[in-house]
């Protein structure tokens, strides 16, 4: 596709009553954007930019599926099998899972894909030669809301591969979450989204499926400092330390704020990000290190947030400081807005 195509100026239409209208932005794809940001036609630029393309590809095929679910067969429900994470595994997991290791083994770009659905990394041997990238994702964030028609989303991130990893046991993602060259997320609710951060800020698409594209629908995102919205999981109040459930006491007690929950941790971070507030996913007594997994869901997450000037903590550290021990390692997730997030960990620090 040329540079002329990727732009798809319509920039005039006609009414019916024959008099003209102005579009109110160019459409810019999302490919063209990643060149864009970068400033570059380098083969490095032009990789990101092919890599975000399949991404979107992906987003599409699943999208695709979704709007079908309760016409298709083999859609919704379970599987009978659990995953690597001793989690019960939707069809709908199957699916995403199996579209995005598809979409990549045509890439030419991608050498391994890890997965939260996947005890190990899966190997394109074709692709390992020249392609010296991983792909880490979350096939679909929150498909318990599957068979309830609610929103689901799905989460990225793209690092390079460091060494040749001959014994397969991607040793080299173990660094911190600030080496990761992209990450973002795929909403799909009323209409699909796609929000990404190349560390250029953060950039939200949305797909136009008259044409097939996603098409930019803001620029530079900022979160705001503070918000109203905390969204949390209040029927774990009682598994968690006290000082999340004084936090919970606090938010009860004071006015101007709003519990907002949907059980789609994209759907919810996703509003954080455009209304401010605070994401909670602590521990619990039991399980200190939480349910997320740092690869796949709270390192992306936070690269997202810290670039639209939000924080990601685990009450104790930056997110993106962490680094993984085991490629299905777990965290807390406190994320959102800057002074909201310090309110939280306030709580944690002071020991309530």
């Not at 695709?64 to 009978?80: C, D, I, K, N, Y």
């Not at 968690?240 to 919810?268: F, K, L, N, P, Q």
């Not at 290190?289 to 670039?307: C, D, H």
């Not at 993106?320 to 299905?328: F, G, N, P, S, W």
């Amino acid at each position: 596709m040329t540079q002329a195509s990727e732009s798809l100026d319509l920039s005039t239409s006609k009414d019916n009553n024959g008099s003209d209208r102005t579009l109110d932005r160019d459409c810019t794809t999302l490919s063209r954007h990643v060149l864009q940001q970068l400033q570059s036609f380098s083969p490095e630029a032009q990789d990101l930019s092919a890599l975000m393309n399949r991404i979107a590809l992906a987003g599409k095929l699943v999208a695709r599926r979704l709007s079908h679910a309760g016409l298709m067969e083999g859609v919704l429900g379970f599987t009978g099998e659990v995953n690597v994470q001793g989690e019960s595994v939707k069809k709908m997991d199957v699916y995403a899972n199996d579209v995005f290791i598809s979409v990549f083994k045509q890439s030419g770009l991608v050498c391994r894909l890890a997965s939260e659905e996947m005890e190990k990394p899966y190997y394109i041997p074709e692709n390992c030669p020249i392609g010296r990238y991983t792909l880490l994702y979350d096939p679909i964030d929150g498909s318990s809301n599957t068979d309830n028609n609610l929103s689901l989303g799905s989460i990225f991130s793209i690092r390079k591969q460091e060494g040749d990893d001959v014994d397969e046991t991607a040793s080299d993602l173990f660094t911190p979450g600030r080496n990761q060259i992209a990450a973002g997320y795929i909403l799909y609710g009323p209409s699909t989204m796609l929000v990404y951060t190349i560390g250029k800020g953060v950039h939200s698409f949305t797909l136009d499926p008259s044409l097939g594209e996603f098409i930019l629908t803001q620029e530079n995102i900022k979160i705001p400092d503070k918000g109203s919205v905390y969204s949390v999981n209040e029927g774990n109040f009682w598994q968690w330390d006290e000082s999340i459930r004084e936090y919970v006491r606090y938010v009860h007690r004071t006015e101007g704020y709003s519990a907002r929950y949907s059980g789609a941790m994209v759907s919810d971070i996703h509003r954080v990000l455009l209304q401010g507030g605070v994401f909670l996913y602590p521990g619990t007594r039991e399980k200190p290190e939480g349910k997320l997994r740092l690869l796949y869901e709270t390192a992306p997450l936070a690269f997202v947030i810290e670039q639209a000037g939000g924080r990601a903590t685990t009450g104790h550290m930056e997110i993106l400081d962490v680094v993984a021990k085991k490629l299905h390692q777990r965290t807390p997730l406190i994320i959102g807005s800057k002074q909201d997030v310090a309110k939280v960990e306030s709580f944690i620090q002071n020991g309530h």
